[in-house]
């Protein structure tokens, strides 16, 4: 007989009229890593919100069981007394404070009516050596990377006496090795009686980790998948994702002539003075055109960096040697200069850096383009409507209204705007940073797609990313960076990822 520590029985949730959950039913056993899989949208987090008492009690229709008992989690202090915790990908730290006041925040140890810092201390040593983290507990939280950072919040949650422990995209910012890390320790608290919830969109993760996978598509409980029964595998997580089979994940794209090259760097350099070094070293680069160049490296090799000299120097890095668009000599002093000449970036920071999430669909798609819109100076709100209704259109922008702020939307429909919004100042020169960053399966393909349409019109495209099959998968050529050097060229056919990261780690 089963023994499950949470059971959430016919869970349903609205929005203004758009039904979130519809009828979920979600049971997680004692002592399991349990994966919460399913598109952008389809009401993963929606349903962890209601069980972290987020969504109050009365705010849905249906029951949440936990440890046997009905709950009515009014705030997210009643979930965290009974024993659930949940770390968003958003880490909830203060980082002008140090570690051990960080982990025992909100529940202090006291002496009386005072804190006592000592056994805070001496506690909070103890929790870092629970999540393996070898950091001094007096070390401020910003000076710690992101994968130390996560780590930190683990051991703030564990020093709560959590039973069900609730991960959302714990490693969507982590590198390689911090995300290996975090997995292993979610093993060892599955080995400690500690149950976890984790929800991820990297399949391989998924596979690797899960004792089981529940998949919710449009807001319904689609199956319960059993690693045990060898049925957590990409064909089948997938096909219950999106509701058809993707034979291949990246899509088809038919042979075709590449025209002249539109863009050329020779030697170009980056120095940034603040941190007095090299950013980029006298790479050599071309593009041509109706041509996806992928740029490949471990972060920190310089691939942004590249982007960022590039598309107008934002950083005001230092800048040597020479940059060519369509043959003629060009020397940019302003981003307005980059987009004049026919450049886009889309940043890897779609939140902090990409979009206005507290604005509307179509004032961001407008946003860096406002000339497009306007007439001796005034905006048409009319023409934004119209140009909004383009390109969710276009880009298959999931949305109610236009109006609907940015900040609401799930992550693929975000990079969606996001892509429109550099469309629409018309690039011949499209440069992608981590395009894919954070969105599922589903989406990934829907941009793929794009980007192949976007190619097939004479554009050309730069695309940075961390996920070696889509490097392989998506580019024609290939550069692989590091240390801020082009250490190699790689044609499409052919390459395979070891070929890559042998270049990578030269």
């Not at 991820?200 to 993760?205: A, D, T, V």
């Not at 096909?239 to 002539?257: F, S, T, W």
Request: proline share 2%.
């Amino acid at each position: 007989m089963s023994d499950y520590i949470l059971e959430m029985n016919g869970i349903s949730k609205e929005f203004t009229g758009t039904k979130a959950l519809d009828d979920v039913n979600f049971k997680v056993e004692r002592g399991e890593i349990h994966c919460l899989i399913g598109e952008n949208g389809a009401g993963k987090s929606t349903l962890m919100k209601v069980l972290s008492g987020v969504y109050p009690f009365g705010t849905y229709e249906g029951d949440i069981v936990f440890e046997g008992q009905v709950q009515q989690f009014n705030e997210i202090n009643d979930s965290v007394k009974a024993g659930i915790a949940i770390i968003y990908q958003e880490l909830a730290l203060f980082p002008d404070l140090t570690v051990y006041e960080n982990i025992f925040a909100g529940n202090e140890i006291r002496k009386g009516p005072f804190v006592d810092w000592n056994e805070t201390i001496v506690r909070s040593a103890e929790m870092l050596k629970k999540v393996k983290l070898n950091v001094d507990p007096e070390t401020l939280i910003k000076d710690l990377g992101v994968g130390k950072q996560q780590l930190v919040e683990i051991a703030k949650t564990l020093s709560k006496d959590v039973k069900l422990l609730i991960l959302d995209e714990p490693t969507a910012a982590l590198n390689e090795n911090d995300s290996e890390n975090l997995l292993e320790l979610l093993k060892e608290l599955r080995s400690q009686g500690i149950t976890c919830i984790m929800i991820s969109h990297k399949l391989k993760e998924v596979i690797s980790i899960a004792d089981k996978a529940t998949v919710l598509r449009d807001g319904k409980t689609i199956c319960t998948l059993d690693a045990h029964k060898g049925e957590i595998s990409e064909t089948i997580i997938i096909k219950n994702m999106v509701g058809r089979e993707i034979a291949d994940i990246y899509p088809k794209r038919l042979d075709h002539q590449f025209g002249e090259t539109v863009l050329e760097l020779s030697d170009w350099s980056a120095y940034d003075s603040q941190l007095g070094r090299h950013m980029v070293k006298k790479a050599n680069v071309h593009v041509k055109q109706g041509e996806i160049v992928g740029i490949a490296g471990l972060m920190g090799s310089g691939r942004t960096e590249l982007a960022l000299s590039i598309f107008g120097n934002p950083k005001k890095y230092k800048l040597q040697g020479d940059m060519k668009i369509n043959g003629q000599p060009v020397h940019f002093k302003h981003t307005s200069d980059a987009i004049k000449a026919g450049i886009a970036y889309v940043t890897e920071d779609r939140k902090g850096n990409g979009l206005f999430l507290i604005n509307d669909i179509k004032n961001n798609i407008t946003a860096a383009h406002l000339k497009g819109i306007s007439h001796r100076g005034v905006l048409n709100l009319n023409e934004e409507v119209k140009v909004g209704s383009e390109y969710r259109k276009s880009l298959h922008i999931k949305t109610s209204s236009l109006e609907l702020a940015v900040g609401k939307l799930s992550g693929g429909n975000q990079q969606k705007v996001s892509l429109g919004k550099w469309l629409f100042t018309g690039p011949k020169i499209l440069i992608l940073d981590e395009p894919t960053r954070g969105i599922d399966v589903g989406a990934k393909f829907e941009i793929y797609t794009i980007m192949n349409e976007l190619i097939k019109q004479g554009m050309s495209i730069i695309m940075i990313s961390s996920e070696l099959n889509e490097i392989i998968g998506m580019s024609d050529r290939i550069y692989v960076m590091a240390e801020g050097a082009i250490t190699g060229e790689l044609s499409r056919e052919g390459t395979t990822q070891e070929a890559i990261m042998e270049l990578a780690t030269q």
